[in-house]
């Protein structure tokens, strides 16, 4: 039998232009084997995606501050200091980058994100300034977030709900905020776009990037399951 999947998404799932492969559609849903979105973007994207592919729901997001699974959200982090750095960081002439585009962080529940040309030094120092937020670089966004939560730590709780052992899972991701994910499932995958972070923690390091190396890890894990 296949195994189950816990998959980033931008990156991982979508072309270099940023938007979701339409493989994905023809894939996933005909998948064997639960599939998990493990991603830093905001609740509703993930519920979206898997609402739309005619999946479970089951999610980790904003970096594992949020988890969904079994029919029950758990909210795992509180949004205070993620947003105190946030206003620190404006007070301070920094900018979150994203113009007049409120729905990056508008449905956010548990941290801030600021975009990828935002001023990262200064938010560096801002993070740095309290033990009680972390900065991630995914690449798509600079995520103030809490330490107490991860994605790996997201994937825990989901298998948990289905009864399935977290190395049980693969995993495909292409960033920092994949690493906890790759240390706790039975094998991971890097796309070959992926980070230093990403690569060196993988299992594996892909020779195809964006959604055609998960494309790829799906044939693999799909043929290895028939023989």
């Known amino acids: 039998m296949v195994p189950p999947l816990a998959l980033d998404i931008d990156g991982t799932l979508t072309t270099a232009d940023g938007r ?3 493989r994905v559609f023809e894939r996933l849903p005909t998948w064997d084997a639960p599939v998990v979105f493990a991603t830093g973007k905001a609740f509703p994207y993930p519920v979206a995606l898997a609402t739309f592919l005619g999946l ?9 501050g949020v988890v969904h699974a079994d029919g029950e959200t758990s909210i795992r982090a509180n949004p205070a200091a993620p947003q105190a750095a946030a206003e620190a960081f404006l007070e301070r002439g920094g900018s979150l980058g994203w113009g007049t585009d409120e729905t990056v962080n508008r449905w956010r529940e548990t941290e801030v994100a600021a975009a990828p040309d935002a001023d990262e030094s200064l938010l560096r ?3 740095a300034s309290t033990d009680d ?3 991630i670089d995914t690449g798509y966004a600079f995520h103030l977030t809490s330490p107490t ?3 790996g730590d997201g994937l825990r709780l ?5 009864e399935l052992a977290p190395d049980a899972f693969v995993a495909i991701g292409d960033s920092e905020n994949d690493v906890s994910t790759f240390d706790v499932v039975g094998r991971s995958y890097a796309v070959a776009n992926a980070d230093q972070a990403a690569t060196t923690a993988a299992d594996v390091v892909l020779e195809e990037s964006f959604a055609d190396g998960t494309m790829a890890v799906l044939d693999t894990l799909h043929t290895a399951a028939n023989r």
């Open 133 to 135: 937020v972390d900065l």
């Open 20 to 22: 979701i492969d339409p």
């Open 149 to 151: 939560v991860s994605k």
């Open 125 to 127: 120092s801002v993070a």
């Open 56 to 64: 479970p729901i089951r999610v980790v997001a904003e970096n594992g």
């Open 158 to 162: 989901v298998a948990e709900a289905l």
